[in-house]
């Protein structure tokens, strides 16, 4: 039998800019595996602390609550994994650890760059595609998760007429383009035009080579990767 004990844990550094974070730990006790599984779990919860605390903020303590943040996600869907493992929720479904669950779907973003070719491939390995934006509330969690970064989406037109790679429609759909934006520029000096989609790092679209090593972004239904 497997004993996993799973116990609650608040921070609370002394200037606060954690504050409202509670998290669960890690399994205490593994021992006699075995197909039963009995757990311990209690729920997770995160409350961002109050404005006039963000804007005193630091950005090292900023990057530091968005880690917190992302450790609280991972763990609830470590305890929603153990639920439906256990069997207690035969109907529940979750998104995998390091994933980030949104509006019935889950997002993985990368922390290095590949073209995007590569980075394609890499989310039809994962049973997923790049990332499909179709709203602006999208636009907006994707972009704060992202970073200031150039990052690959799943937006071309490699074979004439822009297309979203899991078939949603272009045309009467969201966009976010730059200004002037797309342009199919060749002045790059990198061989062809720019066929493959980005954010950029202020969140709007632009094209570009496809052979850039962008960062890139996976989406999926839920629970379709399980």
Not at 42 to 57: N, T
Not at 80 to 98: E, F, H, K, W, Y
Not at 113 to 135: F, M, Q
Not at 158 to 166: A, F, I, R, S
């Amino acid at each position: 039998m497997c004993r996993c004990r799973v116990w609650s844990a608040t921070l609370r550094p002394s200037q606060g800019f954690l504050a409202g974070a509670s998290v669960i730990g890690l399994p205490r006790e593994m021992t006699d595996p075995a197909p039963h599984v009995h757990t311990d779990l209690i729920s997770l919860s995160y409350s961002p602390p109050p404005a006039p605390l963000l804007s005193s903020v630091s950005p090292e303590h900023s990057s530091l609550l968005l880690h917190v943040k992302q450790f609280v996600s991972d763990l609830r869907s470590l305890s929603c994994q153990m639920a439906v493992l256990q069997g207690n929720d035969s109907v529940r479904t979750c998104c995998p650890i390091n994933w980030v669950e949104h509006e019935g779907s889950c997002y993985w973003f990368s922390s290095s760059g590949r073209p995007w070719p590569e980075a394609d491939k890499y989310c039809e390995l994962e049973n997923s595609h790049l990332v499909v934006i179709t709203s602006w509330k999208e636009q907006k969690f994707v972009q704060h998760h992202m970073g200031p970064l150039n990052t690959w989406m799943g937006l071309t037109d490699q074979n004439g007429p822009w297309k979203w790679v899991d078939g949603t429609d272009y045309e009467t759909g969201f966009k976010n383009w730059r200004p002037d934006q797309p342009d199919d520029w060749y002045g790059h000096g990198l061989g062809g035009g720019e066929d493959c989609a980005h954010f950029t790092p202020d969140g709007r679209w632009n094209d570009d080579f496809c052979q850039r090593p962008y960062r890139w972004v996976c989406e999926t239904e839920l629970g379709k990767t399980n």
